[in-house]
């Protein structure tokens, strides 16, 4: 589309702000031409993108921790359905598709991003931190110990021992050679993933009650292993806390997620899903705590997975299965 809009265009910026007219969804992009370097971010914003100063030049990037890593220096986000075009001249900017409106993906703070990223003026960590904090209060259990499932658990896991006053420590330990079972597209895939992917430090948990804290339960599978390797290593009881609502609804803008069917949460209880995976306690964050951590950040939130509300009108999820199917 950029390619066809540019035909009509005097500039290659001038052809990406056409396109963002005509295309809906979600996306963050970085633009070379033989000129210029141009970032434009989606109206919405509902993916993070970030510029950076590196000496005289100007970096990009969908995380910040990405800058750390090279020394530069954080300058500000890209702003939803800006453009923002570097070249010879320096950096400038063009928002006539700024809508005023920004619907970030909650789950950027939840899961994506790495805890040492700051997005939208806020650090992932303390936010991970505070959801975890506010889970103690939502749903407090009597326990010994608090631990976080790595990665994405942990922030929360100390959030939670912070506020409930129960020791944190570690009681999984993941095998750093491994990628994120959450993606990987078979059942079977994901379960080997996930003995491979960690294993319970009987050291820390034996005859303890543990508190074990997660992100998100999607199909209920990972979690139920991970809860049955705790109490084969010994754990006396296993209370699980999720810092993110029940996960109901599909998503449309790009996370890999399945569709409503496979969604535990979607056709389940939360009594029920406790039995599947084999807990003694499960209580999960709930949308008005998630919320408040709105309170430390420049944007609003897409929750369309726990709401099935979405920023904009999404087509039939069998439209989207149909779409997937075509393309992937
Ligand atoms: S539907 Fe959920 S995963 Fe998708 S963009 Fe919205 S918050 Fe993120």
Known sequence: MIARERLKSSSIEEAITRMMKQVRGSYSLVVMSPRKLIAARDPFGIRPLSIGKLGDSFVLASETCAFDAINAEFVRDVEPGEVV??????????????????????????????????????????????????????????????????????????????????PYGEGLIKNRYVGRTFIQPSQSQRETGVRIKLNALRNSIEGKRVVMVDDSIVRGTTSGRIVQMLKDAGAREVHMRISSPPFKWPCYFGTDIPSRKHLVASTNSIEEIREMVGADSLGYLSLEGLSKIEAGTRCGFCTGCFTGQYPMEVPAEEEKEKFERRHY
């Open 85 to 166: 075009v570097i070249d010879e001249k320096g950096m400038r900017s063009i928002r006539s598709n700024c809508i005023g409106e920004s619907k970030l993906c909650i789950f950027e703070f939840i899961y994506f991003a790495r805890p040492d990223s700051i997005i939208e003026g806020a650090s992932v960590y303390e936010a991970r931190k505070e959801m975890g904090r506010i889970l103690a209060r939502e749903h407090p259990v009597e326990a010994d110990l608090v631990i976080g499932v790595p990665d994405s658990g942990i922030s929360a896991a100390i959030g939670y021992a912070q506020e409930s006053g129960i």
